[in-house]
């Protein structure tokens, strides 16, 4: 990989590996669903910053329902379940079960587009799974219910990014394809319009809601700037440049670098401890993500 390829997959991983540490910040002070919110809300702030910066025009070809909807998959539903685990989950767990979205591919892909399963693919499952388990059982939070509501949230999350891959190849590539970075901007768009309801309802029935926003100290304000226009706006920027540069395969090894950011960050800022579970659990799932990442062999002529 190139080395300008390679700085920007390095920061990509440890833009998005903070933005677990970034959620245990903000969520206690402003409460899951306003925070997913705001998250989109900036992102679309950023990249619509972006695309005038660059003098181009959202031109969406008849696709702009298309691209909103995919956001509800792609952004609006997994920020929500990210937001809601990190009411109970450190930052390092959700970073390694985020880790599980290729895994969730390879099971979307094949109960419902047809997709072709190899060998090496369901063992990459049936290993993804295992390190779950690991990682729930043995790390250095008691499996409660409320852990396990929160590693539920996250799987449902790379539920949806699992699926969003084929969604977008259904939606936007099959029907002519779209510049991807005003596909970014659309799926924002739809990510927020699905996330107001719930920011309106839970300001209008909790109580003192509007209050915590205001009495927030600066240091939630600062992390959720930098979740919306740095782990969201600017990691799409640098995401869809990978993929132009190096190819989506290569721009998915990202999924192994996560984790380790995600821990890291949640050790030095948070005193979120990293234990043999974190390392066995994460060591299992990079095994299924090689197994599934893998190029499969050149068939024999």
């Not at 990014?161 to 029907?175: K, S, V």
């Not at 394809?177 to 300001?203: C, F, K, M, T, Y």
Request: glycine share 12%.
């Amino acid at each position: 990989m190139p080395l300008p390829s390679l700085v920007r997959l390095l920061l990509l991983a440890a833009l998005w590996g903070g933005s677990f540490v970034l959620l245990r910040v903000i969520v206690p002070a402003l409460g899951a669903g306003p925070t997913g919110f705001v998250r989109v809300l900036l992102g679309a702030a950023g990249l619509a910053l972006l695309l005038a910066v660059l003098r181009l025009r959202p031109r969406f070809d008849g696709k702009l329902g298309a691209a909103m909807a995919l956001g509800v998959v792609n952004s609006g539903l997994p920020f929500l379940m990210y937001a809601l685990a990190a009411r109970s989950l450190p930052a390092g767990y959700s970073a390694i079960l985020n880790a599980t979205t290729p895994l969730m591919g390879v099971v979307i892909g094949a109960l419902a587009f047809g997709e072709r399963v190899t060998a090496a693919r369901l063992a990459g499952v049936f290993v993804g799974l295992a390190g779950v388990a690991v990682l729930a059982r043995t790390g250095p939070m008691a499996l409660t219910a409320e852990v396990a509501l929160g590693i539920a949230a996250c799987l449902v999350a790379t539920a949806c990014y699992g699926g969003a891959g084929f969604l977008t190849r259904r939606w936007i590539t099959d029907r002519g394809g779209l510049d991807s970075r005003i596909l970014a901007l659309g799926s924002q768009w739809g990510a927020v319009l699905v996330l107001l309801p719930l920011l309106l309802w839970e300001l209008a029935t909790a109580p003192g809601a509007v209050a915590a926003w205001w009495d927030a100290p600066l240091e939630v304000w600062s992390a959720l700037l930098a979740l919306g226009l740095l782990c969201t706006a600017l990691a799409y920027v640098l995401y869809f440049r990978l993929i132009a540069d190096v190819g989506p395969l290569k721009a998915l090894t990202v999924t192994f670098l996560i984790p380790l950011f995600g821990v890291a960050w949640g050790w030095l800022l948070l005193d979120e401890p990293a234990t043999a579970a974190h390392a066995m659990g994460g060591g299992l799932i990079a095994l299924a993500l090689w197994l599934v990442l893998r190029p499969a062999p050149a068939p024999h002529s």
